[in-house]
């Protein structure tokens, strides 16, 4: 079993095993909610881009608790974020970065998201 799905001692509410995986996607989200805080927009969106990255990692480990629809609402964040961002050299890097884990997402895991 992969260390997330490793039952640990801590136990919730009434008594049963908390599985680590509901750990891993609590962290996740935080991670998102603190993203969101951030004030400069290129910095922004290259978090949001690494957060689905490990999104994916995790979906590829066999972390159930991570699912498509919340990789696609995080691809729609990104999307809707990145027309916003100044032209440079920077957001060409975060763009190519998208675009390759798009590609990975749909050759890896068969997962489509058109251009809206």
């Known amino acids: 079993k992969q260390w997330y ?7 919730a509410g009434e008594g049963s095993p908390m599985n680590e995986t509901k750990r891993v996607l609590d962290s996740m989200k935080k991670a998102v909610r603190i993203s969101n ?22 979906l590829d480990n066999g ?4 699912t498509q629809a919340m990789i696609s609402q995080l691809v729609g964040k990104i ?31 068969g997962m489509d998201f058109p251009a809206s």
């Not at 799905?5 to 136990?11: E, G, W």
């Not at 809707?80 to 675009?99: S, W």
């Open 5 to 11: 799905q490793r039952r640990v001692a801590i136990t």
């Open 37 to 58: 805080q951030c004030m400069e927009p290129s910095v922004q969106v290259q978090l949001f881009v690494e957060l689905l990255n490990k999104y994916i990692y995790f």
């Open 63 to 66: 972390c159930a608790d991570v």
């Open 79 to 109: 999307r809707d974020d990145m027309p916003g961002l100044e032209a440079g050299e920077a957001t060409n890097q975060i763009v190519q970065h998208f675009n390759s884990t798009l590609a990975y997402i749909k050759s890896k895991h």
